[in-house]
């Protein structure tokens, strides 16, 4: 019987653990930001994949590097990106949640590559048009 609680109890702190390392608490989930730039990296890797890009917030004001948390490489392929869909230089449109800190990175709610695709949440639910965020 003890070993069965020490056994529950250590499941019980690896799930802790695990909902812990998962929290989006530290996106702001009531803004979205738009990104237009250039890639400067992408690391399709478990747990989450990461984009790097250099890019203005809705195309204007100064270029600077911002660095979006993905999802994980499965769920990235389900959305059409795979590692080598995106490649440094690549012109896109990022859509994040950014972080509620102040520093430039997010995660990911879209990314539009330079063939006009989207990847992840519909522009439409989001009151967004295509044809104004094509990289």
């Not at 600077?64 to 990235?76: F, K, N, V």
Request: hydrophobic share 45%; proline share 4%; no cysteine.
């Amino acid at each position: 019987m003890k070993r069965v609680r020490l056994a529950l109890g250590s499941l019980a702190i690896f799930a802790a653990t695990v909902f812990a390392h998962h929290s989006s608490a530290m996106f702001d989930g009531t803004k979205l930001v738009v990104l237009k730039g250039s890639m400067l990296s992408f690391t399709n890797m478990n747990p989450h994949g990461w984009i790097s890009v250099e890019a203005k917030v809705n195309g204007t004001g100064k270029s600077e590097r911002w660095d979006i948390e993905a999802t994980s490489p499965g769920q990235l392929a389900a959305m059409g990106i795979q590692s080598d869909t995106l490649k440094p230089g690549d012109k896109v449109t990022a859509g994040i949640r950014p972080l509620r800190d102040g520093r430039h990175a997010g995660s990911m709610v879209f990314l539009i590559t330079p063939d006009g695709v989207v990847h992840g949440a519909k522009l439409s639910d989001l009151g967004l048009d295509l044809a104004t965020l094509k990289p």
